[in-house]
Nanobody, 114 residues
Framework: VQLQASGGGLVQAGGSLRLSCVAS????????MGWYRQAPGKQREVVAV???????NYADSVKGRFTISRDNAKNTVYLQMDTLKPEDTAVYYC?????????WGQGTQVTVSS
């Protein structure tokens, strides 16, 4: 399974970024796609995860500001991040679940300046 993420960068507080992640390889049992993040000195945490044919869960800290979406035909998951805050600064990791096994991409840096 390969996950290729893009879209990170540097943005001022209040700005927006859109992350994308394309999944490829043995993904025929893919049943969830989403995003995690890890800030310096902190544990990796879930940002948003969409479970196929079911629900989407967001971290409380991003509700109302971030939106996850999927293009199943392209095996792609997106994260639209609006009204970014300095505390959103982190490495963002694309996540998929194949059957019951989780996979993470290489990470993309998001830096929000105040």
């Amino acid at each position: 399974v390969q996950l290729q993420a893009s879209g990170g960068g540097l943005v001022q507080a209040g700005g927006s970024l859109r992350l994308s992640c394309v999944a490829s390889g043995s993904i025929f049992r893919l049943n969830a796609m989403g995003w995690y993040r890890q800030a310096p000195g902190k544990q990796r945490e879930v940002v948003a995860v969409n479970t196929s044919g079911s629900s989407t869960n967001y971290a409380d800290s991003v509700k109302g500001r971030f939106t996850i979406s999927r293009d199943n035909a392209k095996n792609t998951v997106y994260l639209q991040m609006d009204t970014l805050k300095p505390e959103d600064t982190a490495v963002y990791y694309c996540y998929v679940r194949i059957a019951l096994r989780p996979y993470w991409g290489q990470g993309t840096q998001v830096t929000v300046s105040s």
